[in-house]
Antibody, heavy 117, light 107 residues
């Protein structure tokens, strides 16, 4: 069974930084592309970033230049480093396994990031 | 960036009825890279269909998908109480984008 456990969310001041982690199990992590998708309170889903199994990365325009996705295959963990945080970054951040047809197969339960002074 | 527009915004139906949800893309997209998700309050989204019409593991056959080009449809043939939720479409063509969601509520 695929399990994804996000951590690292919390309250941060505007301009601050945060690193999210997602610990994965139940599938071959090193062969899988991993993504972060966020959901602002009461809003819809927004793709944030993806890292493929070779380490190639992609970012939404809204976070590009402020965020870095990375992975540690020895720990079956994917990370999202977020800098220069803004109020509009407030959201639940979900970790997801990206499928072969560029969908999101499995999701974690999410971690809440709140950017506020 | 491709914009996905879902309709209706809210759909009110009764258990046992048929539900038809629509998703329209701002330009033609590949049906291979089109998916539907279900999300219940306080939960993560769940993949329902990928490649437009292929059901994900464990998804019952009352869920079906169709479409091509710019117009895609999710059909739930006979609503069960657990089907009332928010549904999102999603595509990949360059950046990934999601529709704004359709809330399926009990009438």
């Amino acid at each position: 069974e695929v399990q994804l456990l996000e951590s690292g969310g919390g309250l941060v001041h505007p301009g601050g930084s945060l690193r999210l982690s997602c610990a994965a199990s139940g599938f071959t992590f090193s062969s899988s592309a991993m993504s972060w998708v966020r959901q602002a309170p009461g809003k819809g889903l927004e793709w944030v970033s993806t890292i493929n199994n070779r380490g190639g990365t992609d970012y939404a325009a809204s976070v590009k230049g402020r965020s870095t996705i990375s992975r540690d295959n020895s720990k079956n963990t994917v990370y999202l480093q977020m800098n220069s945080l803004r109020a509009e970054d407030t959201a639940v951040y979900f970790c997801a396994v990206r499928g072969l047809t560029f969908n999101f197969d499995s999701w974690g339960q999410g971690t809440l990031v709140t950017v506020s002074s | 960036e491709i914009v996905l527009t879902q309709s209706p915004g809210t759909l009110s139906l009764s258990p046992g009825e048929r539900a038809t949800l629509s998703c329209r893309a701002s330009q033609s997209i590949s049906s291979t890279y089109f998916a539907w998700y279900q999300q219940k309050p306080g939960q993560a989204p769940r993949l329902l269909l990928y490649g437009t019409s292929t059901r994900a593991t464990g998804i019952p056959d009352r869920f079906s998908g169709d479409g091509s080009g710019t117009d895609f449809t999710l059909t739930i043939s006979r609503l069960e109480p657990e089907d009332f939720a928010v549904y999102y479409c999603q595509q990949y063509s360059g950046p990934y984008t999601f529709g704004q969601g359709t809330k399926l509520e009990i009438k």
